[in-house]
C-alpha cells in the first residue's frame, strides 16, 4: 500500500505536515470529503459546458466577427486539441505540485481566459484564448479526481465519482441548452462571461475547503523530453483525427501525421524506460484492469461522442428543430446520466466494476442500434426512450471506468491517472468523430447519386454533386434558391433519405464498438490501489 502525507497550506510559505491521511482533516470545512466534492464539482462543470455551449454560438460569432466556416470550426477544435495534448503532463503537475493548488491555478486561468474571449474583437483572439482555456481546463480536470481519490475513503470513492461523472454527462449535454437561451435572450459573449461567476465561486470555495494532499513520495523532477515527446505524439494524433475529414483518410497528409503520432509514441516509450522519474511510468500499463479502463474510455468515448455527434443534425435538419428544442429534446439522455451516475457508484461499490461496466456498455450497445433505426418521421417518444437507454448505458461506464483507471494507480500518480482517464476520453471523442464521419460521408456519397436519379431529379455535375453529399452529411437539404417548390420537397425527401441511411450505418458501427467494449469490460476489476487515499474524515 502506498504511504501518504497531507499537507494543508493555509498561507503563504506555511506548510507543515499534519496527521496522514486517514486521520480527520483540518477543523471546520477544510478537507470535508463532500464540501470538496462539490467544489471540484463547480470547476469540472465549466470545463464540460464548455466543450458544447460554443456549438450553438458559432453562428452568433461568426455573424458578429465575420468569420468564415474554418476560422469557426477552431474554436471548438483549438479548445479540445489543447485540451487532449496537455491533460496527463497537466495531471503530473498537480502530482509534483500538489493538485490543490493545481486546481485552483486551472479555475482561475479558465476563468480569465473565458472573460477575455468575451471581450475580443477578432476571431483569432477567440481562438487564441480558446487555446488558453484548454490549458487551463487540462489542469484542474485531472486535479479534480486526485483530490476526489485523496479526500474519499476506497468504500465511498465510486459514489463521489459518480456524482463528478453526472456533473461531468450533466454539463457536457445541458451545454446546448444553456447555450441556446443566452445566446437567444442576451448575446453569444454570454456564453463565455458566465465562466466568470462560476469561477470566482470555485476559487472561493476552494481557497476555503480544500486540502492539498500528498504522496510521501511524489515526484521530484519533470521528465522534460518526455513531455515534448507525448505532447508531440498527442498532436499529431488529434491534429490528424481533426483534419481527415478535410483532407481525406487517403491523403498523404493525414498518413503523415498518423505516422508521425506513431512514431512519437514509440520514442516516448523508449525514453521512459530509460530516464529515473518518468512522466508515465510504463509499469502502470503492466496492470491489466487499469490498462483495460483506458480502452475503455476510448471505446465508450467513440460510440458516444461519435454517434451523438449526428443526433444533433438529425434533430435540427432533419425534424426542424431549433437549438433549444433540441437541447431539450436529448433531456432523457442527460436525466439518465444524472440519476444513474450515482446509483451505478454505488452498485460499483457492492459488486465490483466488472459486470456494472459490461452491462453499460451492452446498454449503449443497444441504444446505439436503435438510434439505427431511426425515421425522418420518428416520433418524440420513440427517440427519448433510445436516447434515455443511451443515458443508463453511459452511467456506469463514465463512473466504472474512472475508478477502475484512478483506482489501480498508484497514489503518487493519480494526477498522471486522471489525465489517463480524460485523454483517453478526449481521444476517443475525436476518433469517433473522425471515424463515424467518414462513414457517414462514404454511405451519402454512396446513396446519393442513386437517389437523386431515382426521385427523377436533374443529373448534377460533379462540382454540384460535391457540394450536395456536404450539405446532405449535415442533414441539410442542397436546395438552390428560386427552385420550385415541388422540386424543393423533392430534394429534401432525397438529403433526408440519403442522411438516414448514413447516420443509420454510422449507428451501427457505433453498436458494433461498444459490443467490442462489452467484453474489454471483463478484465476490469475494483482499483487494487484505492484504499491508499483518505480514511473514514469527516464522512
Not at 433505426?373 to 463512473?399: H, Q
Not at 463515424?436 to 455535375?461: Q, R, Y
Amino acid at each position: 500500500m502506498t504511504s501518504q502525507t497531507t499537507i494543508d497550506k493555509t498561507g503563504p510559505g506555511d506548510s507543515a505536515p499534519v496527521a496522514p491521511s486517514d486521520a480527520t482533516p483540518g477543523k471546520g470545512l477544510r478537507g470535508h470529503p463532500w464540501f470538496t466534492l462539490i467544489t471540484v464539482a463547480v470547476g469540472v462543470m465549466m470545463v464540460a459546458l464548455d466543450g458544447t455551449i460554443v456549438a450553438i454560438a458559432n453562428p452568433a460569432i461568426g455573424k458578429d466577427l465575420g468569420a468564415s466556416l474554418a476560422q469557426l470550426q477552431w474554436i471548438t477544435n483549438a479548445y479540445f486539441l489543447a485540451l487532449a495534448v496537455s491533460l496527463i503532463t497537466a495531471g503530473k503537475l498537480g502530482d509534483r505540485f500538489g493538485h490543490r493548488q493545481t486546481f485552483l491555478i486551472g479555475v482561475v486561468g479558465f476563468a480569465a481566459a473565458s472573460g477575455a474571449i468575451g471581450l475580443s474583437d477578432s476571431i483569432a483572439l477567440v481562438v487564441t484564448f480558446r487555446v488558453l482555456q484548454g490549458l487551463f481546463g487540462a489542469l484542474l480536470m485531472p486535479a479534480a479526481l486526485g483530490l476526489l481519490r485523496a479526500t474519499f475513503p476506497a468504500e465511498k470513492l465510486n459514489m463521489a465519482i459518480g456524482i463528478w461523472g453526472m456533473v461531468i454527462g450533466a454539463s457536457t449535454a445541458g451545454g446546448p441548452i444553456l447555450g441556446g437561451v443566452l445566446v437567444e435572450h442576451v448575446n453569444w459573449q454570454s456564453v463565455f462571461f458566465i465562466n466568470v461567476p462560476v469561477g470566482i465561486l470555485a476559487v472561493a470555495l476552494g481557497a476555503w475547503i480544500l486540502l492539498d494532499h500528498r504522496a510521501e513520495n511524489a515526484p521530484r523532477s519533470f521528465d522534460v523530453l518526455g513531455i515534448a515527446l507525448l505532447s508531440a505524439a498527442m498532436f499529431c494524433l488529434v491534429w490528424a483525427l481533426i483534419k481527415a475529414p478535410e483532407w481525406g483518410w487517403g491523403d498523404t497528409k493525414t498518413w503523415a501525421f498518423i505516422i508521425a503520432s506513431i512514431a512519437g509514441f514509440a520514442l516516448f516509450a523508449v525514453w521512459e524506460r530509460k530516464v529515473g522519474e518518468p512522466l508515465v511510468p510504463l509499469a502502470l500499463f503492466r496492470s491489466v484492469p487499469l490498462s483495460a479502463g483506458v480502452v475503455l474510455m476510448v471505446l465508450m468515448a467513440i460510440a458516444f461522442m461519435g454517434g451523438l455527434f449526428f443526433v444533433t443534425f438529425y434533430l435540427q435538419n432533419v425534424h426542424g428543430m431549433g437549438p433549444i428544442d433540441a437541447g431539450l429534446h436529448l433531456l432523457p439522455l442527460t436525466g439518465m446520466m444524472i440519476v444513474g451516475s450515482p446509483l451505478a457508484g454505488a452498485m460499483i461499490t457492492k459488486v465490483g466494476p466488472r459486470i456494472p461496466l459490461a452491462g453499460g456498455m451492452a446498454l449503449t450497445a443497444l441504444a446505439m442500434y436503435g438510434m439505427s433505426t431511426l425515421e425522418t418521421d420518428t416520433g418524440s417518444g420513440v427517440m427519448s426512450l433510445w436516447f434515455a437507454l443511451l443515458g443508463l448505458g453511459l452511467a456506469p461506464v463514465m463512473v466504472g471506468a474512472t475508478e477502475v483507471i484512478v483506482g489501480n494507480a498508484p497514489m503518487e500518480l493519480s494526477g498522471v491517472a486522471g489525465g489517463l482517464q480524460q485523454a483517453a476520453m478526449q481521444i476517443g471523442g475525436s476518433l469517433g468523430t473522425a471515424v463515424l464521419g467518414a462513414v457517414m460521408a462514404s454511405k451519402v456519397d454512396g446513396d446519393l447519386e442513386g437517389n437523386w436519379k431515382e426521385a427523377g431529379l436533374p443529373p448534377l455535375t460533379p462540382e454540384q454533386a460535391g457540394k450536395a453529399s456536404e450539405a446532405v452529411q449535415v442533414g441539410a437539404a442542397p436546395v438552390p434558391p428560386g427552385t420550385p417548390e415541388a422540386i424543393a420537397t423533392r430534394i429534401t425527401d432525397v438529403a433526408h433519405d440519403t442522411f438516414i441511411s448514413g447516420m443509420s450505418l454510422a449507428s451501427l458501427v457505433a453498436a458494433g464498438v461498444a459490443a467490442v467494449a462489452v467484453l474489454v469490460a471483463f478484465l476490469t476489476k475494483r482499483g487494487a490501489n484505492a484504499e491508499a487515499g483518505a480514511g473514514v474524515g469527516h464522512i
